[in-house]
């Protein structure tokens, strides 16, 4: 079956210019995560949504990060204004919220320039 | 302090050794205990969970809990070249996810 699908897979970009990730869930997965990863830095928590819950956002570095979720399912994080610290591997996840697996998709790698 | 810590290695095994990734964690009403394989260039995909004390076996993985220590083990056996990857602890409160540093493993044929 389908898994979780991001895109695009590389994002180069400029410093300044902004740029949106898009993730697709698993088909009836009501929770959905961003996540961070950093080169020895792990996986850093962003936002989460939880079915039409208000979204928790207590991981977002700063006001130039922001996500939506339309319809409970697909998710777009918008990051504006990029800086060179944005530079990361960007992962979505989704779940059924059960015991809270999280099934994962192969991220955007966002380079800014 | 961090709420999980992990070496992040780099970990080097020939083929056939017994390979064990530990993490330690802060916060002891922490619920679940994950593991979490990431190969080069691709996201995290689950390898084991448990929620309570002891050991939990799936093939040649061995997942160990220790809530009095607060501290969580993977144990890889009869390591192959296809175990090549980072491994990523992974502890959970709530709906909050609290992952390690991951560990980088290479297993030399």
């Known amino acids: 079956g389908a898994g979780v699908s991001q895109s695009p897979s590389n994002k180069v970009t400029e410093k300044g210019k902004d740029v949106e990730l898009r993730c697709d869930p698993i088909?009836?997965?009501?929770?959905l995560y961003w996540y961070r990863q950093s080169l020895g830095q792990g996986l850093e928590f962003l936002i989460y949504?939880?079915?039409?819950?208000?979204?928790?956002k207590s991981g977002l570095p700063s006001d130039r990060f922001s996500a939506e979720r339309t319809g409970g399912s697909v998710s777009t994080l918008t990051i504006q204004r990029t800086q060179q610290e944005d530079s990361a591997v960007y992962l979505c996840?989704?779940?059924?919220?059960?015991?809270?697996?999280?099934?994962f998709g192969p991220g955007t790698r966002l380079t800014v320039l | 302090q961090k709420e999980v810590e992990q070496d992040p290695g780099p970990l080097s095994v020939p083929e056939g050794a017994i390979v064990s990734l530990n993490c330690t964690y802060s916060?002891?009403?922490?619920?679940?205990f994950m593991w979490y394989r990431q190969y080069s260039r691709k996201g995290p995909e689950l390898l084991m969970y448990?929620?309570?004390?002891g050991n939990k076996e799936d093939g040649r993985f061995t997942a160990q809990v220790d809530k009095s220590s607060k501290y969580i083990s993977l144990f890889i056996r009869d390591s192959q070249p296809s175990d090549s990857a980072t491994y990523l602890c992974?502890?959970?409160?709530?709906?909050?996810?609290?992952f390690g540093t991951g560990t980088s493993l290479t297993v030399i044929p």
């Open positions: 992974a502890i959970t409160l709530g709906n909050q996810f609290y």
């Open positions: 088909s009836g997965h009501t929770a």
């Open positions: 996840a989704s779940s059924t919220g059960t015991y809270n697996e999280q099934f």
């Open positions: 949504f939880q079915g039409n819950s208000a979204p928790d």
């Open positions: 916060n002891s009403a922490f619920q679940y």
């Open positions: 448990t929620y309570s004390s």
